[in-house]
């Protein structure tokens, strides 16, 4: 880690420089020129028309939603809009290309600049990574290569689903940070609705840009060229992939090699990156402003329309969460991730739930649920109140943490609210102190020795005699209450515990 | 043809007539000429509407989910679109009768109708000339009496230019007027479809069916001055009086046929007759038109036929890796004037040359496009030769293509300009129609087929018919 | 202006267009007659003008709302593949980079 004290700047050291170009898909009904539909999973070669298919004659009308999200995400990036902007062609063949080229921007892109703050959880840093541009595009289709039957096999359900390129400057230093920004970046995405960001359907793809400047005494002595890592699908590759990176570009100049500069992939079983065949220079994209597409123009009054409409971004929502509630950095950023569950949180709290409570919750068995089913939390058949309720239930000591579990299970799964399914389960926590009593009587009675070794000052005894109550009470019985009315029996009040 | 129509709407004919008529001629002397690339005869005479009735060939660049659609190029040669042009589901809404589709230059790249794939069309003046191109097809088959109508294209001239070599009304309209959706792009800048019939007033009943905003292409204007063709052509005065005509020089420099001149000034002593005040004038980047047109026209063209690669539709070269499928299905599936277009066009564009030639070029476009709106302060209309030649004789210019693109000369700046423009016939030299060119101001095609119209009116030129088709040409209602 | 045959070469590897010894000849000395005439807008001061890549003129944006409508046409799509798998189009295998094997 590069800190800036006098004693790290006389040291010999070797800088990463990263930077990320980043593809969201965006969260649309239909596809960015033509009105097939924007979906994962279809049956191959049926979400598709003339225009993603790019039949003769076919012509690109734009989705005037998809402009909307590009905005959104650019000002969610501080990013800013251009008055006017237009579509290029990028022009380069491969088989699930179907026009040969690809609707893109180039000179003239949505967006430029910008900047994404990312704290980083370990130096406790502020890290601020420049946005270069926004721009957006339409996706390609999908290649399945089979050694066995010696084919390519095409897709083109997803030629033409709408994409965000997010480009920013080199200003990331460590692979650890890369991927915080990757994280960041998809909760923004998320929480302004520009996309849903489900990484298992590749709505985030990602190139990295790596190379390593070595300092010494504060002076550059050298640096590598750049190594440009194509289409990296998880944060885990991103990640490793540059973490080999940075091995492999240390060696070189450690070696007095300043490779070349090259495109790269990552094989993801062998966990390396491999130089491209096709060198970097041999593209030639040939761009041009597309002449099916009239130039879009971006008035002042719709950027800051969609801006107002931003809901409060992550970095700031899980300041003010922690601020406010004083619940953990890493309990936050659990939270925040998901905007829904944040929400969630949040409105248990306005139900009446106890922060921390609450947040427990939420993120140990909300969460946990969530990964066990495919669905949302919006999507899911209970309430905030629900929640809120069932801690106050806990809280009055009706039931106890661990039926409290139980019944929340229930309450997932769609069973009703707490208080209907602890009173239909007959759930409620045995309080009363007449019945308590005579069944301590009873255990005390059955097991005389235990009883007396307790009231003779061994307090290991005391939860095997607990544990005989909540057993008779099959588990229903409050254990606080158990714990003072055993102590106050045998021992007459005098716990010293 | 307005007449056909008349007499079908009053039961004069019968709505079959007009087809079996046309399926005649088609079978009598389209072996000759080679007009059509494919035919179909339906049995319904199609549904009452504006051109209920009225049989019409399509160029085989616009497609049509009943005939394939091949732009005359071995790529396409078996292709069968899923969908008609909008241009065609229009045509057919108002009751004409799509018989057949077009030869053409492959891929509308050419101005004689030699870079077909399949065969030459012979024109009907002259068999051994050219009928000019590309939409060279559609002239042949309306100068020569098969069909009444033919939808054309035009991209730097393509209906024009063979609409004046085969002595008929050609019309190229604004650009955005026409829905482009389904047309196979050649320039989409610059390519617009348009009606080639005998009269100027049959083009204008053609343009109410053809001009209309069409939400699926982003080009299409929805302006409202686009509308209502055949009853202001009709309504116009025979007078001209109160027009202003211009004369712009720059059309009648080096490889102008004189005769061609002529015929120009005799149209314009028409004109000055009818009342207009017709003046030279001049429009100095003109000679810039023709440069800048292969520029941009050739790197659009490289870009659009990239979608042509063996891989969906279209022609696939038998290939053992993903490569070679494209090298061979491109490098067999293209002629030699498209891979001359690809390559000029994608050098053009290539890293290194863009600035120098394909942004200088549209820079160029825009001092001509603003130097033809500043005439139009002045004059309502321009008038120049549609070619600098009539129509040359097959196989002599097939060898130089700068002699092959002078063809296009006078009719590329409404290309660029994106200005309506029509060719009417002019007279014969020699024996062969010469072709005279009225453009407009944007979204002025009414006035422009208006102008065309009032020509036609007093002059007998469009009445003029090749030897051998006569008896069953259609001029101005003579026989119907 | 003249254009050696490397150059032609690259620009015909980046079109995807195979053609034969004489024919790339040829085409490299229509190239450089075409060039040398399209040369001619070279001189023009073009330096205060904005480029024109189409005559429309726009005051509102052209773009459709965000509706899906299915399409029923993929079927006749297929049908026009030259080569078919089940439901994929497919093309000899891509070979290089990036290139995983997926199935």
Known sequence: MITGNGVEKMREQYRPVIGLEIHVALDTESKMFCACVNAFGSTPNTDVCPVCLGLPGSLPVTNARAIE????????????????????????????????????????????????????????????????????????????????????????????????????????????????????????????????????????RCDVNFNLVHVKAGQEITRTQISEIKNLNSFRAVQRALEYELMRHRSALEAGDGLLHETRHWDADREVTYAARTKEQAHDYRYFPDPDLPPILIERELVDYLAAGIPELPRARRRRLRETWGIEWSQAEILVEEPEMADFFESAIAEGAEPSEACKWIVGEIAGYLNTVDTTLGALPFSAADLAALLRLVEDGAISGKIAKEVWLEVMEGGGSPEAIVERRGLRQISDDAILEQIIEEVVAEHPEAAEDYAGGKDKTLGFLVGQVMQKTRGQANPQKVNEMIARRLRGGRDDN | MTDT????????????????????????????????????????????????????????????????????????????????????????????????????????????????????????????????GSSGGSAAAVAAGLVPLALGTDTGGSIRQPAAFCGITGMKPTYGAVSRMGLVAFASSMDQVGPMAMTASDCAAAMDILVAHDPGDSTSSDHPDAGDFLRRVRAAPDGCDGLRIGIPRE????????????????????????????????????????????????????????????????????????????????????????????????????????????????????????????????????????????????????????????????????????????SVPGGLVNGLPVGVQLMGRRFDDAGVLALADRFQRATGHHLLGPEGFGDHRERGGEDA | MSIDADRVDEILRLARLELDPSERCRMQQDLAVILDYVSTIEHLDTSDVSPLHNPVEIDENITRPDDAHASRLHERFLQSAPEREGPYVVVPRVVGDGVSEDV
Request: hydrophobic share 40%; with cysteine.
């Open chain 2, 251 to 422: 059309y009648f420099g080096q490889g102008v046929d004189p005769e061609v001149v002529r015929a120009v000034r005799s149209a314009a002593d028409v004109f000055s007759e009818l009342g207009a005040r017709v003046e030279e004038m001049s429009l100095p980047h003109t000679v810039y038109a023709l440069p800048t047109y292969y520029i941009l026209a050739s790197a659009e063209a490289a870009s659009n036929l990239a979608r042509f690669d063996g891989v969906r539709y279209g022609r696939r070269a038998a290939a053992n890796s993903i490569e070679e499928l494209y090298w061979k299905s491109r490098g067999e599936g293209f002629g030699r004037e498209v891979q001359r277009r690809i390559t000029l066009g994608t050098f053009v564009l290539s890293a290194g040359y863009y600035d120098a030639y394909y942004l200088k070029a549209a820079r160029v476009r825009g001092i001509m496009a603003g130097e033809i709106t500043r005439a139009f302060a002045q004059y309502d209309y321009l008038l120049t030769p549609t070619c600098p030649t009539t129509a040359f004789p097959r196989d002599v210019r097939t060898e130089d293509p700068l002699a092959m693109y002078m063809a296009d000369v006078c009719t590329i700046p409404a290309n660029l300009a994106g200005i309506p423009a029509v």
């Open chain 1, 69 to 204: 999200l590009g905005i959104t995400c650019a000002r969610a990036l501080g990013g800013q809009v251009a008055p006017r902007t237009y579509f290029e062609r990028k022009h380069y063949h491969y088989p699930d290309l179907p026009k040969g080229y690809q609707i893109s921007q180039y000179a003239a892109p949505l967006s430029i600049g910008g900047e994404l703050v990312v704290d980083d959880s370990h130096s406790g840093e502020e890290v601020r990574v420049r946005i270069r541009r926004v721009h957006l595009e339409e996706d390609a289709g999908k290649s399945m290569h089979s050694r066995q039957s010696g084919h390519t096999q095409l897709d083109f359900n997803r030629c033409g689903v709408p994409l965000a390129e997010i480009v920013t400057e080199p200003d990331i230093t460590s692979c650890a940070q890369a991927r915080r920004f990757l994280e960041e970046l998809r909760a923004i995405m998320r929480t302004a609705g520009v996309s849903r960001v489900r990484m298992e359907e590749g709505e985030l």
């Open chain 2, 5 to 132: 129509v008349a007499a079908v709407q009053s039961g004069d004919i019968s709505p079959g007539e007009p087809l079996r008529r046309t399926v005649a001629e088609i079978a009598r002397h389209d072996a000759h000429l080679g007009a059509f690339l494919s035919v179909s005869y339906p049995d319904a005479p199609g549904v009452k509407g504006p051109l209920h009735g009225i049989p019409y060939a399509a160029k085989d660049n616009l497609c049509t989910a009943t005939l394939p659609t091949t732009c005359a190029s071995r790529m396409l040669e078996d292709y069968h679109p899923p969908y008609d042009a909008t241009v065609i589901a229009r045509m057919q809404e108002a009751g004409a009768i799509l018989v057949g589709k077009t030869n053409m230059d492959e891929f509308a790249m050419g101005s004689s109708n030699e870079t077909s794939a399949f065969h030459p069309v012979a024109n009907p003046w002259r068999p051994d000339h050219v009928p000019g």
